[in-house]
């Protein structure tokens, strides 16, 4: 069993960075490195101008979604219309750094969550466009989510919808939990998928999606890429279009969502929404793992699934 250090254990800094790739891959030892970003499982350090090093850091699961990602982002990324990162090189974990890593293409853009995409119509083309090509049948190999993602809204789905709601209720952050509640018991009142387990990113929410100039522009973050019911990425369309631009959206997709899958996707973008609204909420009460730009787009996103109560119930 390999050990896998934690962000407690070590320090990653720009000189670890260089000192990495001077011993593993010296011809990019010379590129300027500079912080990117924190995320979730993994730091983000640009190398140059068209090229950043992932490092995982916060979480023991991190490995393995590099590695995952390693494996199978070259094969799928030529065919996609936007951006992704594309792993170019991988790093074998060392004496400096106990864990793989690896160099991946770097996506220009700024989060969704900061930048929210401002052109609805261009939007909704170019995420339906890039989700079109991204669900296409995977191979038998392909991976299969670990928590759920891409799979009937069962049990653990259910039970995971009543915590979160309870918790945002208790923070005050679910203005009327009935028309929540109407939402997703239609959700999961629809008919599962039954079609070929479909490629997926499996965490499309604002921070995963870039834009520029008002409409989206890359995808990055395939750390959750897996396989099954596409309705969990197209949840994606409540959270990160403006108003009025999700029935675009659907009609750009092909093939055009049946309405059982429509409805799958609402509850799926509830569990987003809850997401969004607790952790921005700890971001705007400093609490640790909180990021405030998370929670607008989670407040817009639940007030566009409410007014679709109306609709389900009857």
Not at 30 to 59: F, I, K, M, S, Y
Request: one cysteine or more.
């Amino acid at each position: 069993m390999t050990h896998t250090a934690t962000h407690d254990e070590i320090e990653v800094t720009a000189e670890l960075v260089t000192e990495l790739l001077r011993d593993q891959h010296p011809d990019l030892a010379d590129r300027p490195v500079r912080l990117g970003a924190r995320g979730w499982d993994n730091q983000l350090w640009r190398l140059g101008e068209d090229l950043a090093v992932r490092l995982p850091w916060a979480t023991e699961t991190a490995d393995a979604l590099l590695l995952k990602e390693h494996a199978w982002l070259p094969s799928l990324a030529p065919r996609l219309p936007l951006p992704i990162p594309v792993p170019q090189r991988l790093g074998a974990p060392s004496a400096r750094f106990p864990r793989p890593w690896i160099v991946t293409t770097w996506v220009p853009g700024a989060p969704a969550d900061r930048a929210p995409a401002t052109r609805g119509e261009e939007a909704a083309d170019a995420l339906a466009a890039f989700l079109t090509a991204l669900h296409q049948p995977a191979p038998a190999d392909a991976p299969v989510s670990r928590d759920g993602r891409g799979a009937p809204l069962g049990e653990g789905a259910q039970r995971f919808f009543e915590q979160q709601l309870a918790q945002a209720v208790e923070f005050e952050l679910i203005p009327d939990p009935d028309a929540v509640r109407a939402v997703w018991a239609d959700a999961v009142a629809a008919p599962d998928w039954t079609g070929p387990a479909l490629w997926l990113h499996g965490d499309l929410h604002p921070a995963n999606v870039l834009t520029a100039d008002g409409t989206v522009c890359g995808v990055i973050d395939f750390g959750a890429l897996s396989v099954g019911d596409p309705a969990c990425d197209l949840a994606a369309a409540w959270l990160l279009l403006p108003d009025g631009a999700v029935d675009r959206f659907h009609d750009a997709y092909r093939p055009t969502p049946d309405a059982a899958t429509l409805r799958r996707a609402r509850g799926h973008a509830l569990l987003r929404v809850f997401l969004g609204l607790l952790v921005g909420h700890a971001g705007v009460h400093g609490r640790p793992g909180g990021k405030p730009s998370w929670g607008p787009p989670a407040q817009a996103a639940l007030r566009r699934l409410v007014a679709t109560a109306s609709q389900t119930a009857g």
